[in-house]
């Protein structure tokens, strides 16, 4: 069979993240999807605390995260917490929006992802129907909170 790999056809958006991230794999791609979606879901500014630890691949989360929702380490608007879940939470003044990989979409990765297969499941994770990649818990945040939190 011939082995031809990293022959992905990648959408312009994709294309801009890998130069982003410096490669393309499902992890970066995950990250970008979560932050797209906090973006739709809140409004003005927003901060991030991702679970996803600074270990690569699960880390790449944050690049994409800071890629899409605008929340970067260098704002000091994202707060990275070594817990080792594919999970970020996304807050504006009034909500918390927390974004988790589906188990088994994690399993499938971790199970299949090599340097051959990165660009295919970047891609595939990037074309995925949101609920069939996320569990997304919207939580109203009372007034004393927002005013704790925001100081
Ligand atoms: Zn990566």
């Given amino acids: 069979m011939l082995h031809c790999c990293n022959v992905v056809n990648l959408p312009e958006e994709l294309r801009l993240l890998k130069k982003f991230h410096g490669h393309l794999g499902p992890y970066v791609v995950v990250g970008y999807r979560m932050g797209g979606l906090a973006r739709q879901k809140l409004v003005g500014r927003l901060k991030a605390v991702s679970f996803t630890g600074t270990k690569p691949p699960l880390s790449c989360i944050i690049d994409g995260v800071q890629y899409s929702s605008s929340c970067t380490l260098g704002k000091g608007n994202i707060t990275v917490l070594e817990a080792g879940d594919a999970k970020v939470q996304f807050l504006d003044d009034k909500h918390l929006v927390e ?3 589906l188990d088994k979409v994690k399993e499938g990765i971790d199970r299949s992802m090599s340097h ?20 997304v818990t919207t939580i109203e945040r009372s007034p004393i909170e927002t005013r704790v939190k925001l100081k």
């Fill in 99 to 101: 974004i988790s990989l």
């Fill in 116 to 135: 051959d297969t990165e660009e295919l499941l970047a891609l595939t994770i990037f074309n995925e129907p949101e609920a069939d990649l996320f569990h």
